[in-house]
C-alpha cells in the first residue's frame, strides 16, 4: 500500500490535460470544459500536436513543451500513447496522473505501470471517469455534472454509477470533498484511497461502490483505520451468483462470497448498505449523530399511519420499539388530548400544532424509556409544518444545552412545502429524511454504526491464553500425508488434528479390507454397545451420499457383511472412485444432542473463513449456516453462534435442555487458533458435531491441506485482519534490577494514558511530538492506542505489579512496508532505568522479524539523550536541512542481536 504523491492529485497546483480536443461531444471536449469552468484555481494546460488553441486557450503539441512539471496529469488518449506519455511526464517531474483511456491491453497495462514506477508516479485509472474535487473546483472528469462542495467523498469503481450518483446528489442538494472513479485501478485501488481519505480533515465521511475487493488485507487495513476516524459506508455488489458473475465480467475481478463479504465488512467498520440512496440516508445520520449504545427506539408522529409504516419497517430490521412507561404515560396526558395513542409510537393526532409537538418532544427527550427519537409529521391543512419543524428544533437545542441529549431523526412527509422544514433541521445539524422507512432505515444504520466501532476496539490474539492446541502433533499428521503425496487427510489423521486441537472426538481405526473391519470392530464392541464403519476414499467427499456409511452395527460379523455391501454398492455409484478401505469407529449415541456442522473455508478473496451452523446429512437443504474471520475471542465467537436460526434451539425448548454454548464457542475458538498456527490447512468440516447440555463430541472430520506448507508454522499471513500478536509479549530486567512487561499495545490500555500523560515533563512531551502540547483528546488517545498491526506496532512497558504504563515505543511503517519512523517516549518521573532501551531493543527486534529495511525519525538537536541512544544503537545522524533544531537519525535493518542482548553500535 501506498499513498505517496497522492497528495499532489488531491491538491495540485497545477493541471494537464493531454487528449484535449474541440471535437463537440467527445471525452476530450468534455474534460477541457469541465477543467475550464469548474473554478479550478491554478493553471490549466491542454496538450495536443493537432491543434495550436482549442477554445481560446493555447494548446501545448507535447508534454516536453509544458511550461513546467504539471502536479496532475490527466490523460486521455488512444491506448498505444498512455505508456510513453506516463514516462514523459515522470520524466519531466509529473507524479500523479488520471488515465481515462478504456481498452489498454494486459501488455500496455503493464508497460504503463513499469513506466510510472521510476517515478512513484501515481496512477487514477485507467478506464474511469475521472475526479472532482468541488471544494478547489476542480473537475478532471467526463461526468454531465460539477458536484457540489460538501463533505462527503465518494468513491466507485464504476463510472457509470458515479455519474447517476452526482445527478441524484444534485436533486438533493448533497456536496462533496473528493468524487474518484477508480476504474481499472491498475495502481491506486480502493484500499490507498481509503488510506488517504482517512487523514482528510476536509471529508467526514467516505461513501463506496465497489464491485471487486483488491488487495484484500491491504483494503481490509485502510478500511479499519479509516472506520477509526469516521463513517466509511458501502455497497458491495454481486451479492448473488449471477450479479457476482456479471461483477466478474465488468472488472476483471473476483467477487467474493457476499456472507464473506458481510462479515469482512463488519471486521472492517464498515457499514454497508444496498441501494445507492441508502448512502446518503446513512451518511445524513453517521455525520450528524454521535453513536449510541441501545436499540430502542421511540416514534412521534401526527398521523397514525405514518406511524405504523415505520414501526413495520424498524421490526422487519429487528429494531426494538421502546415501551412507554408511566412516568412518560403521565407527563403525555399533562400536555396531550386525551385521544392521543397511550402507546409507542407516540401518536398526537393530526390536528397537533407547534406547541404540542413541543411539548411532547419535551417529555419524550426527558425519558430514559428510548435510546433515540424518530419524529413524524404528515401536511394538513389544519397546521404548519414549518412551525412543527421549528418546535422539534427548539425543543432539541433546549436539551442540547443541559449536556448530551439522545439522536432525533425527522421526517417531514410532503413535497415543496416541506423544504424550509428540511433547511431547518439542516442548520440545527439534525437529519432528515423523505419516508418514514429512510427515518428507521437511518436509525438501523446508526445503531450498526456503533456495533462496528465496537468491534474494531477488539482484537483478538493470535493465541488465546484459554485455548491450546498441540500445533507440533499436527504438523507431523500433516507432514506424514504430505510425505505420501496427499492433500486430503483421511479419518484417522482428521481425528488425530482434532484431538490435538482438543477437540472430543471419536478416534477411528483405519482398516485395509472388510475382515480387518470384522477384526477392529471385535475390540470396539468389547467398550461399546455398536460400531459405524465408514468408507475411506479422498475422492468422496460426502460419504452418506455414495452408500459409504454403516450405523448400528451390534456385532464382528455384521460389521464384514456390512464392508462387503458398502464396497460393492461404492463402486457401482462411484466406479471412478479410488477406494482405501474403511474406517471403524465406536457410536456414540446422545439423543438429546444437536447434529451442528464446523468448518473453516477458503475465500478467493478474504482467506480462511471459519463456517458454523446447523450439520447433519441436510445442512446443504437446509442451509443454516454464518460465518466468521479469525481470529476470534469468545464474543465473536457468540456472536458467530447467534447469526444462525439454530442458535434458538441449542437455548433449548419445552423438556429438550439447553445445549453448552460455551464449549461450542470453545471449539470455534480451537478451529480459530488452528487457522492462525497452520496455514498449509486449506479446508475443514467438522460434520456432525453434537452438542448437548453435557457438551460437543465430533463424530467426523475432513481435512484438505497444501502438502508444500505442511511445515509451515504461523500465524497465517493469508488473514484478512492480523491478530493481536502476543508472541511479542516479553518480561524483561532492567539495568536498574526493575522488572516490566513488554507487550503490544492494546485498545484498552486508553485509560492508563492519564495518569501516564500526567507523569510526563512539558520538555519530555516536546522532544516526543516536536512541540508543545497541553491537551490530549480522547480521540488523539483512541488513535495512539486503536492500531492496525498490518502496518504499525506500538509497545507499552508496563509494571506488571500495577500495570502502570511506564513508558511507549512505536513504529509506523511507510505503505511499501520498507521504512518505518519510530518514536519512543518514558515517563518522566521514571527515566534513568533504563526502560527506553528495552523499549527501543525490542521495537528493533519487531523491526527485524517484519523484514523492514529502515527504522528512521526526526529528533531535537536538544534532546541529548536520545541522540546518545541513537549513537550507540548505531542509527546515523544528519541535521535536516531543511530545520537546524532537528537531527534526522536512521538505522539501516537488518540489525542482528549480540548474545549479551545489546545492538552493534
Given amino acids: 500500500m501506498t499513498i505517496r504523491n497522492l497528495d499532489l492529485a488531491f491538491a495540485p497546483k497545477s493541471v494537464a490535460l493531454i487528449g484535449a480536443s474541440p471535437q463537440p461531444g467527445s471525452v476530450g471536449q468534455t474534460i477541457t470544459e469541465n477543467l475550464r469552468t469548474g473554478g479550478f484555481a491554478g493553471p490549466v494546460w491542454l496538450v495536443n ?80 471517469l475521472g475526479m472532482c474535487l468541488p471544494n478547489i473546483g476542480l473537475n478532471a472528469s467526463f461526468a454531465h455534472l460539477s458536484p457540489a462542495p460538501g463533505k462527503l467523498a465518494m468513491i466507485s469503481q464504476s463510472g457509470a454509477l458515479m455519474s447517476a450518483i452526482l445527478g441524484w446528489a444534485k436533486t438533493h442538494h448533497v456536496g462533496f470533498s473528493a468524487v474518484v472513479s477508480m476504474g481499472d485501478m491498475a495502481d491506486v485501488d480502493a484500499g490507498d484511497l481509503l488510506e488517504f481519505l482517512a487523514a482528510d480533515i476536509s471529508t467526514r465521511a467516505i461513501l463506496l461502490y465497489l464491485e471487486s475487493v483488491p488487495a484484500t488485507r491491504k483494503f481490509m487495513s485502510a478500511a479499519r483505520a479509516a472506520a477509526r476516524a469516521k463513517p466509511v459506508i458501502a455497497i458491495k455488489s454481486g451479492r448473488f451468483p449471477a450479479s457476482a458473475q456479471a461483477a466478474a465480467t465488468h472488472t476483471g475481478a473476483l467477487a467474493g462470497a457476499d456472507n464473506v463479504v458481510d462479515v469482512a465488512f463488519a471486521r472492517a467498520g464498515i457499514v454497508r448498505v444496498y441501494e445507492l440512496e441508502s448512502l446518503f440516508v446513512a451518511a445524513e445520520a453517521l455525520t450528524r449523530l454521535k453513536p449510541i449504545s441501545g436499540n430502542r427506539l421511540g416514534i412521534l408522529t401526527n398521523g397514525g399511519g405514518a406511524g405504523v409504516l415505520a414501526v413495520d419497517q424498524f421490526m422487519a430490521l429487528g429494531g426494538e420499539l421502546a415501551p412507554l412507561g408511566e412516568a412518560s404515560k403521565k407527563a403525555l396526558d399533562a400536555v396531550l388530548p386525551a385521544t392521543w395513542s397511550h402507546a409507542n409510537p407516540v401518536d398526537i393526532i393530526g390536528d397537533a400544532d407547534a406547541a404540542r409537538y413541543g411539548n411532547a418532544m419535551e417529555v419524550l427527550l426527558d425519558s430514559d424509556d428510548s435510546d433515540a427519537l424518530l419524529v413524524l409529521n404528515c401536511p394538513t391543512a389544519l397546521t404548519s409544518s414549518t412551525e412543527a419543524a421549528q418546535a422539534v428544533v427548539k425543543a432539541v437545542e433546549h436539551h442540547r444545552e443541559r449536556g448530551p441529549t439522545k439522536p432525533v431523526l425527522c421526517t417531514w412527509l410532503g413535497g415543496d412545502e416541506t423544504r424550509e422544514a428540511r433547511s431547518l433541521f439542516a442548520e440545527a445539524g439534525i437529519p432528515s429524511y423523505d419516508s418514514p422507512a429512510d427515518g428507521v432505515r437511518a436509525f438501523h444504520y446508526l445503531r450498526t454504526y456503533t456495533r462496528r466501532q465496537e468491534e474494531l476496539m477488539r482484537v483478538p490474539k493470535s493465541r488465546s491464553s484459554s485455548v491450546t492446541i498441540d500445533s507440533d502433533a499436527i504438523r507431523e499428521v500433516l507432514e506424514k500425508a504430505s510425505a505420501s503425496g496427499r492433500d486430503m487427510l483421511n479419518a484417522a489423521e482428521s481425528a488425530m488434528v482434532l484431538d490435538a486441537c482438543g477437540i472430543p472426538v471419536v478416534m477411528a481405526q483405519r482398516v485395509q479390507d472388510a475382515a480387518g473391519a470384522q477384526e477392529a470392530a471385535a475390540g470396539l464392541l468389547r467398550e461399546h454397545a455398536a460400531v459405524a464403519i465408514k468408507i475411506a476414499s479422498k475422492d468422496i467427499s460426502h460419504k452418506s451420499d455414495a452408500g459409504g456409511v454403516a450405523l448400528d452395527i451390534a456385532t464382528p460379523g455384521e460389521a464384514r457383511e456390512a464392508a462387503e455391501t458398502m464396497e460393492a454398492r461404492v463402486r457401482k455409484a462411484m466406479p471412478s472412485a479410488r477406494l482405501e478401505g474403511f474406517s471403524v469407529e465406536p457410536m456414540i449415541v446422545r439423543p438429546q444432542a444437536h447434529e451442528l456442522i464446523v468448518g473453516i473455508g477458503d475465500d478467493a478473496l478474504f482467506g480462511p473463513v471459519i463456517l458454523f451452523g446447523a450439520g447433519g446429512t441436510g445442512t446443504e437443504v437446509i442451509a443454516d449456516t454464518a460465518v466468521a474471520l479469525p481470529p476470534l475471542d469468545p464474543k465473536f465467537a457468540q456472536d458467530l453462534i447467534g ?75 493469508r488473514l484478512a485482519i492480523r491478530p493481536y500478536p502476543s508472541q511479542w509479549e516479553k518480561r524483561v530486567s532492567t539495568p536498574a534490577g526493575s522488572e516490566i512487561l513488554i507487550r503490544p499495545i492494546r485498545p484498552e490500555d486508553e485509560h492508563l494514558y492519564e495518569t501516564f500523560i500526567a507523569n510526563l515533563a512539558p520538555a519530555d512531551i516536546r522532544f516526543r511530538f516536536l512541540a508543545p502540547r497541553k491537551e490530549f483528546s480522547h480521540a488523539f488517545i483512541a488513535r495512539l492506542t486503536q492500531i492496525d498491526y498490518n502496518r504499525t506496532m506500538a509497545f507499552v512497558a508496563l509494571d ?18 520498507e521504512r518505518a519512523e519510530y518514536a519512543v517516549i518514558v515517563r518522566s518521573d521514571r527515566k534513568g532505568q533504563g526502560l527506553g532501551w528495552a523499549l527501543m531493543h525490542h521495537l528493533i527486534d519487531y523491526a527485524n522479524a517484519e523484514g523492514l529495511k529502515e527504522l528512521n525519525g526526526d529528533v531535537l538537536t536538544e534532546n541529548t539523550g536520545m541522540l546518545r541512544m541513537c549513537h550507540e544503537l548505531g542509527f546515523s545522524i544528519e541535521q535536516d536541512p531543511d530545520d537546524p533544531v532537528v537531527c534526522r537519525v536512521a538505522l539501516k535493518l537488518p540489525v542482528e542481536r549480540l548474545a549479551s542482548g545489546s545492538l552493534p553500535g
Fill in 643 to 717: 447469526r444462525t436460526e439454530i442458535q434458538k434451539l441449542l437455548k433449548g425448548y419445552r423438556n429438550r435442555p439447553a445445549a453448552d454454548i460455551a464449549a461450542i464457542a470453545d471449539t470455534l475458538m480451537r478451529i480459530s487458533q488452528l487457522i492462525i498456527d497452520h496455514p498449509g490447512i486449506r479446508e475443514l468440516d467438522i460434520n456432525p458435531l453434537l452438542a448437548d447440555e453435557n457438551g460437543i463430541f465430533a463424530l467426523d472430520a475432513r481435512i484438505r491441506f497444501e502438502p508444500s506448507q505442511a511445515s509451515l508454522k504461523g500465524p497465517n499471513t
Fill in 800 to 817: 506488571p505489579a500495577d500495570n502502570t504504563l511506564l513508558g511507549v515505543a512505536r513504529l509506523h511503517a511507510d505503505p511499501d512496508y
Fill in 49 to 128: 500536436p493537432s491543434h495550436k488553441e482549442i477554445a481560446g486557450q493555447a494548446c501545448y503539441p507535447n508534454v516536453g513543451a509544458l511550461p513546467e512539471a504539471p502536479d496532475l496529469a490527466v490523460i486521455a488518449t488512444p491506448p498505444a500513447t498512455v505508456a510513453g506519455l506516463i514516462g514523459e511526464l515522470g520524466h519531466k517531474g509529473t507524479r500523479a496522473a488520471i488515465v481515462i483511456t478504456a481498452g489498454l491491453s494486459k501488455e500496455q497495462r503493464q508497460a504503463m505501470l513499469s513506466a510510472a514506477q521510476p517515478y512513484c508516479l501515481r496512477i487514477i485509472g485507467n478506464n474511469c
